[in-house]
């Protein structure tokens, strides 16, 4: 694929959606935070269940501690994994506390470094939370980059370095957004509904679903 037709993929995806942003609900960085790390194996809709009722009791590292991990998982226990995830988080919000006067760090190095942040979940802080152009690439893009050549990588790492190499800088802060509802509602695995992809022309995936026989 050239960059022309990169060019034209992503004002395509802008023009559809101008201003595309998380599933998860947050109101502030941790917030974001924990529900990211919450969201690990987990569908976005099931973590917006738990943390509906989470944030109203416990919305800051401090709150978090005061919780205790005990009561975190309870208020946690529907999401898969809650047990090390309560446990992560229980230590995050330590080290923010202790190391950041609470606050959430905007730089990658000191993200990695807290327990249940990855590469991934330091990625959608950093883009989300904080504006950096930076590309988490989950299932959802590792799938479309390949399916549609924008991006081809045989590593989540592979697809996530060419993406920032190849994505036009005007479309780069937004890309991740853009291709991850792409992948959710459009590409997806099993069934992808190309008949209503507005990137179907563009697209060199070979085996396009082909459009629904009237009734």
């Not at 760090?105 to 904080?130: C, H, I, M, Q, W």
């Not at 991850?180 to 679903?209: M, N, Q, V, W």
Request: hydrophobic share 40%; proline share 7%; charged share 25%.
């Amino acid at each position: 694929m050239n960059q022309e037709t990169r060019r034209v993929i992503f004002e395509r995806l802008q023009a559809a959606d101008p201003a595309p942003t998380t599933e998860l609900e947050y109101s502030s960085p941790f917030e974001l935070l924990v529900a990211v790390i919450l969201s690990a194996q987990a569908t976005d809709k099931v973590v917006n269940r738990v943390t509906a009722e989470l944030f109203p009791l416990a919305n800051t590292p401090e709150a978090i501690l005061a919780l205790g991990e005990e009561s975190l998982k309870h208020h946690i226990r529907t999401i898969g994994l809650f047990n090390t995830k309560a446990r992560n988080i229980i230590k995050t919000c330590a080290i923010l506390i202790a190391e950041y006067r609470g606050q959430v760090p905007a730089d990658r190095k000191s993200l990695e470094v807290l327990p249940g942040v990855g590469r991934k979940t330091a990625n959608v802080v950093l883009n989300t939370a904080f504006g950096q152009p930076t590309i988490a690439v989950d299932t959802h893009i590792f799938r479309v980059c390949n399916r549609t050549r924008i991006a081809p990588g045989k590593t989540p790492l592979e697809v996530e370095r060419k993406l920032l190499r190849y994505v036009p800088r005007p479309f780069l802060k937004d890309a991740h957004h853009w291709l991850i509802l792409h992948g959710r509602y459009l590409c997806t695995a099993r069934r992808p509904r190309c008949h209503a992809c507005i990137i179907r022309d563009l697209c060199e995936f070979r085996d396009k679903s082909p459009e629904p026989t009237p009734a």
